[in-house]
């Protein structure tokens, strides 16, 4: 999305992640406090004063045209799938959310964990990067922001792929094959 100069102030960052503040993504997050990061989502603002992720809080819920701004002005769009708020330990979620091919649709540099269903979608380094922990995460984070051109390649083919294989439309194709009609 092209962004209007006030626009670029409001919502640029190296790292974006819009989102709960679950307590998981709260500890997940602090291991990554050394990044410029953007923080936007229900109860980020309730950090208390003095939590070394206050400083990146930029607001709480956006609506759509401000979601595709912040990932669209944002270096980095983290995805963290994860298993926050279910009673499922995070290793038994196993699927992509409906995030990642948002991402991928808006051409999206995304940094996404790597859930099985990620794994056998997309090759990492093709369309989005995966990674299993936050130190994985902050490796992935230095390399690409370090390499603007690459970054921005993974961001092209993601888009390219979203377009191709990734609609609605091949969801509900998909389906109906599934069922026999």
């Given at each position: 999305m092209a962004l209007e100069p006030g626009d670029k102030a409001l919502y640029e960052s190296d790292?974006?992640?819009?989102?709960?503040?679950?307590?998981?993504?709260?500890?997940?997050?602090?291991?990554?406090?050394?990044?410029?990061?953007?923080?936007?989502?229900?109860?980020?603002?309730?950090l208390p004063r003095g939590h070394k992720l206050r400083p990146f809080v930029r607001g709480g819920s956006l609506r759509t045209e401000e979601w595709l701004k912040a990932f669209s002005a944002a270096k980095v769009s983290l995805n963290l799938i994860q298993s926050?708020?279910?009673?499922?330990?995070?290793?038994?979620?196993?699927?992509?959310?409906?995030?990642?091919?948002?991402?991928?649709?808006?051409?999206?540099?995304?940094?996404?964990d790597a859930k099985r269903d990620i794994r056998t979608l997309f090759k990492s380094g093709r369309e989005l990067v995966w990674f299993s922990s936050a130190g994985e995460a902050a490796e992935s984070m230095r390399h690409y922001?370090?390499?603007?051109?690459e970054r921005r390649s993974v961001g092209t083919r993601a888009r390219e792929a979203a377009l191709a294989s990734h609609t609605y439309r091949d969801r509900l194709t998909e389906l109906l094959r599934a069922c026999g009609k």
């Amino acid at each position: 999305m092209a962004l209007e100069p006030g626009d670029k102030a409001l919502y640029e960052s190296d790292v974006a992640f819009v989102g709960t503040a679950y307590p998981e993504r709260v500890l997940f997050l602090e291991k990554l406090a050394d990044f410029k990061l953007a923080l936007w989502g229900p109860g980020w603002d309730r950090l208390p004063r003095g939590h070394k992720l206050r400083p990146f809080v930029r607001g709480g819920s956006l609506r759509t045209e401000e979601w595709l701004k912040a990932f669209s002005a944002a270096k980095v769009s983290l995805n963290l799938i994860q298993s926050f708020g279910s009673s499922l330990r995070d290793d038994q979620v196993t699927m992509a959310n409906s995030r990642c091919f948002e991402l991928l649709g808006c051409g999206a540099f995304q940094l996404v964990d790597a859930k099985r269903d990620i794994r056998t979608l997309f090759k990492s380094g093709r369309e989005l990067v995966w990674f299993s922990s936050a130190g994985e995460a902050a490796e992935s984070m230095r390399h690409y922001l370090a390499h603007d051109e690459e970054r921005r390649s993974v961001g092209t083919r993601a888009r390219e792929a979203a377009l191709a294989s990734h609609t609605y439309r091949d969801r509900l194709t998909e389906l109906l094959r599934a069922c026999g009609k």
